[in-house]
């Protein structure tokens, strides 16, 4: 099955810095990925659907211009949290979609620790 | 709006033994239906996943559809302790294809 890559697993910067996470899709070529966020003993909460080649579905109450959003390629999505602040401290997980397997995403990254200070 | 209810839990149950976790939807177009499981710090990872009314087994998990009473549910059979983890159930529509995950049950099998 198609394995996703996402990098970094953690990460800790400064109040007002940008950061930018990666998710890779290893096995295949993957038009849409999807973006998560999950706080302490809560569930993931989509954030945004990447697109390859266009621009990014983002879910209500998700500022756009906070969470940038690039699908240059097909095999690579990033998600820059720019002028991060401390509540944008969470766990930020992409998933792939596979097409023929109920076009649902089954396969999630190894998710990225981020830390605001 | 779609929601994903998993309000049982903590639950804790002897090795060896069946821990059934169950999961309702209020969307009826529901289509797909998974279940996963998180360990702590760490992502989801995919238990199983189901589309049509019924049973459906892999290995000591087994996946029970209800359409008409809208519920999922997941039986873990020969519960050990590495069994022990977060249990999120997430369900699509499949229109859109994005999924609404349930805030997750906290599973303990005692040795």
């Known amino acids: 099955g198609a394995v996703v890559s996402q990098h970094p697993s953690w990460v800790i910067c400064k109040s007002g810095t940008s950061v930018k996470i990666e998710c890779r899709s290893l096995?295949?070529?993957?038009?849409?990925m999807f973006w998560y966020r999950q706080f302490p003993k809560q569930s993931l909460m989509l954030m945004a659907t990447s697109n390859e080649g266009s621009k990014a579905t983002y879910e209500q109450g998700v500022e756009k211009d906070k969470f940038l959003i690039n699908h240059a390629s097909l095999t690579l999505s990033t998600l820059t949290v720019t002028s991060a602040h401390p509540e944008d401290s969470s766990f930020y997980i992409c998933s792939d979609l596979m097409w023929g397997a109920g076009n649902s995403p089954l396969h999630f990254g190894n998710g990225t620790r981020l830390t605001v200070t | 709006q779609k929601e994903v209810e998993q309000n049982s839990g903590p639950l804790s149950v002897p090795e060896g033994a069946i821990a059934s976790l169950n999961c309702t939807y209020s969307?009826?177009?529901?289509?797909?239906f998974f279940w996963y499981r998180q360990y702590s710090g760490k992502s989801p990872e995919l238990i199983m996943f189901i589309y049509s009314n019924g049973d459906k087994e892999d290995g000591r998990f087994t996946a029970q559809l209800n359409k008409a009473s809208q519920y999922v549910s997941l039986l873990i059979r020969d519960s050990q302790p590495s069994d022990s983890a977060t249990y999120l159930c997430?369900?699509?529509?499949?229109?859109?294809?994005?999924?609404?995950f349930g805030k997750g049950i906290t599973l303990s099998v005692r040795p």
């Open positions: 969307d009826r177009g529901s289509q797909s």
């Open positions: 096995d295949f070529q993957a038009t849409t």
């Open positions: 997430a369900v699509g529509t499949g229109a859109n294809s994005k999924l609404t």
